[in-house]
Nanobody, 126 residues
Framework: QEWLAESGGGLVQAGGSLKLSCVASRRTFNSYTIGWFRQAPGKEREFVATISASGSTTKYKESVKGRFTISRDNTKVSVYLQMNSLKPEDTAIYYC???????????????????WGQGTQVTVSS
């Protein structure tokens, strides 16, 4: 069975940092693009960051550039999202997702992703 599981969320003050982790159930996921998305109450799910299978290509939402860093460790079948200088507007449930389409530029649209984790809550207090 294929699944993704996020961890690392929590409550942090504005300006603080958190590191989210996403672990996959099978090494097959090492061949997939992995993305991070978030959804705040009453809002649609939005793209945050994505990383190609090799790790050579990354993309970020404009508002998180310079603050968030996505990385992956294929030996651990894991992807990480280091979040620094957090702002109250970063508050949301964060999801990791896998796009099993190989050999294309990483997508930023949620509907392009095939597998999703259950999410981890990130709350940034002002």
């Amino acid at each position: 069975q294929e699944w993704l599981a996020e961890s690392g969320g929590g409550l942090v003050q504005a300006g603080g940092s958190l590191k989210l982790s996403c672990v996959a159930s099978r090494r097959t996921f090492n061949s997939y693009t992995i993305g991070w998305f978030r959804q705040a109450p009453g809002k649609e799910r939005e793209f945050v960051a994505t990383i190609s299978a090799s790790g050579s290509t990354t993309k970020y939402k404009e508002s998180v550039k310079g603050r968030f860093t996505i990385s992956r460790d294929n030996t651990k079948v894991s992807v990480y999202l280091q979040m620094n200088s957090l702002k109250p507007e970063d508050t949301a449930i964060y999801y990791c997702a896998a796009d099993k389409l190989i050999g294309v530029e990483p997508h930023t649209a949620p509907h392009e992703y095939d597998y999703w984790g259950q999410g981890t809550q990130v709350t940034v207090s002002s």
